[in-house]
């Protein structure tokens, strides 16, 4: 399992990367090689040219202006984890990025990474998603933006042209008493999810769902988002028996199949993780005591 | 034949330079070129957590890199962990002492990323432990005797004693 | 015994035995200067890369070579017909000799034709490096001609079955009965019969290092030496010495450093012929370390075997005998032999009184890689087929499941216990020591099995479902016929100590020097111990089987004790002391009231050493050295008791394991630490196996799980808090009363977490059947056990026992 050969390039601005990629025939972004290393060591993808763009450290930044979230592409998971801005600000897509590999595959692992591998089940899509994140897109041709969902197109397909690079993503932040959760399950901690859901939400002075945003990942090939479910949440007063009816309406999805998880269990896994995640956020958007199922996670 | 690069990095506190293959994996070079054949292959595909090297102090996959991205940078190997070659590190002499291996192999991984963490956090907790070794595979010991190592050293480097 | 140990300053013989010492291993491990087989780095050396099957089977119609031989840095591209030259015969004849053999289905080294499984190498590159041959693997052009693949070794076995080897008669390559009693009689009268159709799923050994192997040839003194990453150098060196026709004399295998071996490790494999040729053939150094990937697909595996069994017991649930039908899956070649099914058949009736006992059990060959032991070698699947048979029996007549067990436990006054079965070698098979109902009495206190009730009602009022499950277990360890030891002093006084056991990460070589400082009263640091070369020591048997520590550790302890005579008569001698008046301490022999008068270690080797003219001292053989071959057949049984604590998430399937107590009898331990380490990795594989571990298969035989994100090892976050309980019967069979230990924990494992589900799900009334068992089948089975209950509901109320 070695890397077959490629000719190599490493540069030290956007631009200079974005000429690279532009003249280049078949040429793969390397970031933090945490997905396209192993797919080189297997020889799964055999690029003819490796661009390097670790060195453009301009593209590694967070930063907030105003409701306004914005992350560098290059920025490490580890550097989100880390982030007291991003704690404060943005706590569903800390507690999502708790859940992504191992701290050695954070510690190299990048955010743009992620969202162009878009594997089914990554953690950083489904946030994306869920915040209706802006993704900014540098080409040849300057600069574009593309809502998530004109990102994300099919399984580990993306909107990028082969000479575009993702170079930040933003996300419209929510006011800071929204409650939020990401669960996800995984046979094993660290492992990717096999489903996971996650839900951002508001409840007005009475209890009443405001606002919501959620959606699963793993269980279709981009991350699903579930905007009726969201649409019939508002005015609602949050409740067990409620969230178990929304939750039910997750039965009947779309879930993929493969050699080794059935679409049943996908559809139960979905039910079973929206609902847990809708009583855990509404239950910290109301400041009302977790339910045992999030007390048991945090232990 | 494939496209070689001029690196310079620092190995265990030593300046090292190189030309590479920029194909060559991070722990290839180490293994092959340098010699620190303490950095083992376990997997190449990012799991098993057994290539784990400290890249500027903080812990990486050595098969998920290219040597020439290393070019600049410090990279520590378990042979850089003791502070000479009588002493160990208290790690190290935990893991002895709790019979955290048995095997080896998986070890330097294990060491590194340890170390990493007591860095970061001198009293961590054992599901803290176990969660910072989650991403590495032991076939030998059942990890807790990994576990229990880990917090006896914590101790140790706690309290200022050299092992 | 010797009074000569217990006079003041001097060592007590087994004053050592017993006792956690730390291991000579680990300082080079932990430094990162072990030397490991992919660590080997020579001069001129190449490096290979196979070529595999993609088909699980096919027939190879051309092999065009052409192109990956022109690619710079390639030395050669070698099929079959490039070693034939080099070959007596193109197959690897490894087969444990059997009577029940039906199929001759030996591996060739490389394919010969026709392919049957994925993964089996067709093609090895030699190269510069590992990157060119893999850049040239992808030049060779292979035709193939899919044949039809049998996937599943149910399917193998009916009528009109497709053929795994498509020149072979059938898919049945053996067939063997384990019978004693009078079966018909038992079912006749029982009072009660249950019944259990079960599943135990394959997965791998799983070493972090995979397999490796460095040949080097001497054209000089033709002389080929091969460093191989194995668990049984001696077997390698003997089975080369048959393929290439060499004497054994021309050859040495060598263990380096090992990273663990698990029994995949102990096969004799194509890729050993491979590199062996290539470094004849080019005359230089060749190296080839399997890849994870090779790994999955190519280094062998274990487990898959279906259960249909019926249990007869009396009224007072009694066991009066036990029926039925196994069918193990053997894979697509004879890698090994039947001991694995054969192992499974024993373990079933090991720990319990069984007057009657009829299995009938089938092997069908499959295009799927080979099975052989992987750590438990069947044994976890027999154990699994009884404990689970047991939890129906106890579920059906509504008893607790520790009272039937406990009833039918072989007792510690009928020991030794024979029972009416042979071993594969044609031995007697009798149940040494042990006090098999006190292990269980250990393992239910330390679990509070009693109370357990109590707590899982609470839980379940909190809508919580924990459960308790429990398995007995007896192993066998310990196989013979011996395990030679040679301890040397030389005349600088350095102890060495040689054996052909393999150390692959068991602490081998601390064991050894712990039983031979124990005997000569110096520091373990002070001995060097000498595994896996064949060079060193003219036989040896391997590590497997839990064997090592019973077989060369006697043989190492028997040698060592041979030489403490010895340098005391010789000692005795020289300064006119009888036996009782000497001392062993520090590296000297000497009078202990006057320890002036002695001699060194060395002086004493010296002193045999021979001076030309001289003569030795009267009644003393030349040499400070004695080899031992300790000789036993019978297996030593090693037994226990394991209780599971689980948690289920109704919802999503999870299952947690909070809580596992192992008790184990391996009788003398010699070092504790390494004992409790070795029941730890058992434990956890078993957890594996039980839960995550699962080879998968596509019906067409191709492998669906081979990387680590796939293919589920158990972490640490999934441990759990673990008790480990100790008894001590030694066995009367050699002169330690050593029983091993390397496979007990990962035993009873599968069977006590099974167990524990099954009362976690209890008020559902589901039942397990096989392991591993995923999140997905535990939501289908509760489903289906709701839906049985929705149109009966009987069984529901039933459920809550
Ligand atoms: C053991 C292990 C466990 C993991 N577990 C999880 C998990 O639980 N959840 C999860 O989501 N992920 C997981 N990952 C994957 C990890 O998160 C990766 O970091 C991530 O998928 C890719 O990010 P990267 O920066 O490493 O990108 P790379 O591997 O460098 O690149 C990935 C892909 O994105 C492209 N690319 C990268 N950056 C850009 C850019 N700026 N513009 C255009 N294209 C770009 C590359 O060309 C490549 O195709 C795991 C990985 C490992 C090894
Ligand atoms: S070898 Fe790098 S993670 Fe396994
Ligand atoms: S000690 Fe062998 S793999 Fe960890």
Partial sequence: MKPPPFAYHAPSSLNEALQLLGRLENARVLAGGQSLMPMLNMRFAQPDHVVDINGITDLAYIRREGMMLEIGALTRQRDIEFSPLIAEACPLLREAILQVGHRQTRNRGTLGGSLCHLDPAAEMAAVAAIYGAELVIAGPQGQRTAAFAEFALDYMTTCLAPEEMLVAVRYPLWPAESGYCFIEYARRHGDFAIVSAGVLLRADASGRISQASLALGGVGAVPLKLDAIAAELIGKAGSPAVFATMAEACGDIDAMEDALITATYRRQLAKTLLRRALETAYARATGQPLPRHAQHRAA | MSETRSISLTVNGRAVAADVEVRLTLADFLRQNLRLTGTHLGCEHGVCGACTILLDGRSARSCLMLAVQANGHAITTVEGLAPNAEQMHPLQIAFQEQHALQCGFCTPGMLTTLTELLRDNPDPSAAQVREAISGNLCRCTGYNSIVDATLQAAKKLREGVPG | ?801
């Fill in chain 3, 1 to 801: 015994m010797s009074a000569a140990g217990m006079n003041a300053g001097g060592s007590k013989a087994g004053s050592l035995i017993g006792k956690s010492m730390p291991r000579l291993e680990d300082k080079a491990l932990l430094r990162g200067t072990a030397r490991f087989i992919d660590d080997i780095n020579l001069p001129g050396m190449l490096h290979v890369a196979f070529l595999r099957s993609g088909f699980a089977h096919a027939r190879i119609e051309r092999i065009d070579c052409a192109a990956a031989r022109a690619l710079p840095g390639v030395h050669a591209v070698l099929t079959l017909d490039d070693l034939k030259p080099l070959l007596t015969t193109p197959y690897l004849v490894v087969a444990l000799p059997s009577p029940h053999f039906k199929l001759d289905l030996h591996r060739p080294a490389l394919a010969d034709g026709e392919v049957r499984h994925v993964g089996e190498p067709i093609a090895a590159v030699v190269a510069d490096s590992r990157y060119i041959a893999e850049d040239a693997l992808a030049l060779i052009e292979v035709d193939y001609d899919p044949l039809p693949a049998v996937a599943d070794c149910r399917a193998a076995l009916q009528p009109g079955a497709d053929l795994s080897h498509a020149d072979q008669p059938h898919n049945l390559v053996a067939e063997l009965r384990t019978e004693f009693g009078d079966i018909e009689q038992a079912f006749a009268k029982a009072a009660h019969i249950s019944r259990a159709d079960l599943w135990v799923h394959r997965g791998g050994g799983h070493s972090m290092e995979c397999r490796g192997d460095v040949a080097i040839y001497d054209d000089v003194q033709d002389h080929l030496t091969l460093y191989s990453s194995t668990q049984a150098p001696h077997a390698a060196m003997q089975q080369l010495a048959k393929i290439l026709g060499r004497p054994e004399t021309g050859l040495r295998v060598i263990t380096p450093d090992v990273g663990g071996g698990f029994g995949p490790k102990l096969i004799f494999y194509p890729e050993d012929v491979v590199v062996s040729c290539a470094a004849l053939l080019l005359k230089r150094p060749v190296k080839w370390v399997e890849d994870r990937r090779e790994n999955f697909i190519a280094t062998t595996q274990e487990r898959d075997q279906y259960w249909s069994m019926e249990i007869a017991v009396d009224d007072q649930a009694r066991i009066l005998g036990l029926r039925g039908e196994m069918l193990h899956d053997h894979g697509a070649y004879t890698a090994r032999g039947l001991n694995v099914a054969y192992g499974s058949a024993h373990t079933v009736v090991m720990p319990y009184e069984v007057p009657a006992y009829d299995l009938n059990i089938k092997l069908a060959v499959t295009n799927k890689v080979p099975v052989t032991p992987v750590r438990g070698a069947g044994q976890p699947q027999g154990a699994f087929a009884m404990e689970r048979l047991l939890d129906v029996v106890a579920q059906e007549m509504g008893l607790d499941r520790a009272e039937v067990r406990r009833r039918n436990l072989v007792r510690a006054e009928d020991m030794p216990r024979s029972k009416p079965i042979v071993t594969r070698g044609g031995i007697d098979v009798v149940l040494d020591s042990g006090d098999l109902p006190a292990a269980q009495a250990d393992v239910l206190r330390a679990a509070d099995w009693d109370g357990f009730k109590a707590r899982q009602r609470a839980a379940l009022a909190e809508g919580r479902y924990i459960g308790l499950g429990l398995a007995n277990f007896v192993e066998a360890t310990g196989r013979g016929p011996f395990e030679p030891a040679t301890v040397r002093v030389d005349i600088t006084g350095r102890i060495s100590v040689m054996t052909g056991a393999a150390a692959m990460g068991q602490s081998t070589k601390s064991m050894l020097a712990q039983l031979v400082a124990d005997q000569l009263g110096v520091s373990m640091q002070q001995i060097e111990a000498i595994t896996g070369d064949t060079a060193r020591i003219a036989l040896g048997i391997g590590g497997f089987n839990s064997r090592q520590t019973v077989m060369a550790g006697s043989s190492a302890h028997l040698a060592a004790k041979a030489i403490r005579e010895k340098m005391i008569k010789i000692v005795g001698h020289r300064f006119n002391a009888v036996e009782e008046e000497l001392a062993v301490a520090d590296g000297r022999v000497f009078v202990a009231n006057d320890p002036e008068r002695g001699m060194s270690f060395g002086e004493i080797a010296q002193a045999v050493a021979g001076l030309p003219g001289y003569v030795l001292p009267p009644g003393v053989s030349a040499g400070l050295e004695a080899t031992e071959y300790f000789t036993q057949d019978a297996m030593a049984y090693t037994n226990g008791a394991a209780v599971a604590e689980v948690e289920v998430d109704v919802e999503t399937g999870d299952v947690r394991v909070h809580r596992l107590i192992l008790s184990h009898d391996c009788g003398q331990q010699i070092n504790p630490m390494i004992v409790d380490g070795q029941l730890m990795g058992g434990i956890a594989h078993g957890l594996g196996n039980a839960l995550f571990e699962r080879m998968g298969f596509d019906d067409q035989a191709q492998p669906v799980t081979t990387n680590y994100g796939e293919y589920l090892l158990v972490g640490a976050g999934e441990m759990p808090e673990v008790s480990l309980l100790h008894r001590s019967s030694p066995t009367p069979l050699n002169p330690l009363g050593l029983k091993g230990v390397g496979e007990a924990g990962v035993i009873p494992t599968p069977a006590a977490i099974a167990s524990a589900i099954e009362d976690a799900l209890s008020p559902f009334g589901v039942r397990i059947c096989q392991a591993p068992i995923a999140p997905q089948e535990i939501l289908s089975l509760i489903e289906a056990a709701r839906q049985n209950a929705d149109a009966n509901p009987a069984p529901l109320a039933a459920g809550m026992r």
